[in-house]
């Protein structure tokens, strides 16, 4: 149960949105810029950016949307996402986009955590100052994201099916889009 009364059933972010619009309509922006703007990196690389640092953050909600997210645009789908959330060391994605988690995780723990190793190994595995730049910016956002969703104790459905549901609204439709409306036992 929320801490705060949000005159909403919606869980999630989505409930805290309901309650404030005008704080929403900034964040989902800032989301539509970061997740599907343009970018070299695929708009699933950096959900899965997202995702992980949610997992490192131990956010459900954020999680689970975010894996459905990635996971309905990366050709091995969730069985990748599960994959780099246990071990991205491990996982069979490519050197880049592992050094760039490494990145991500380096900002989860704290800001000057990120250190010239970090960068180092991901500028020799091609990636550019803009996808670092971009990275430590999903990963700074997540923080944030995770921290407001579980601050104030919003819901996280336990059926993934409903994130996916949603996944597929989200993929076609954005961030800035008007959310569809269903029930919420079926929405993250």
């Known amino acids: 149960m929320p801490h705060i ?25 800032l989301v539509e810029t970061l997740l599907r703007g343009d970018s070299t990196l695929s708009r699933g690389e950096r959900e899965l950016i997202a995702a992980y640092v949610s997992s490192l953050n131990e956010c459900r909600f954020c999680y689970s949307s975010h894996a459905a997210f990635a996971a309905a645009q990366l050709p091995q789908g969730m069985t990748l996402v599960e994959q780099v959330r246990r071990d991205p060391a491990t996982a069979p994605i490519p050197a880049k986009l ?3 988690l490494g990145i991500a995780a380096a900002v989860q723990r704290g800001g000057r955590e990120v250190g010239e190793q970090e960068v180092a190994a991901a500028l020799a595995e091609g990636a550019t100052d803009l996808e670092i730049h971009d ?14 969703v579980d601050g104030l104790a919003t819901v996280a459905p336990d059926d993934p099916d409903g994130y996916a549901a949603v996944a597929q609204w989200i993929v076609s439709e954005g961030y800035v889009a008007e959310p569809p409306k269903v029930e919420a036992a079926a929405r993250p």
């Open 135 to 148: 990275t430590v910016l999903i990963a700074a956002a997540f923080c944030m994201f995770n921290r407001y």
């Open 5 to 29: 009364t949000l005159g909403s059933d919606a869980p999630g972010i989505r409930g805290l949105f309901e309650f404030r619009p005008e704080t929403a309509r900034p964040l989902n922006a």
């Open 98 to 100: 592992r050094a760039l």
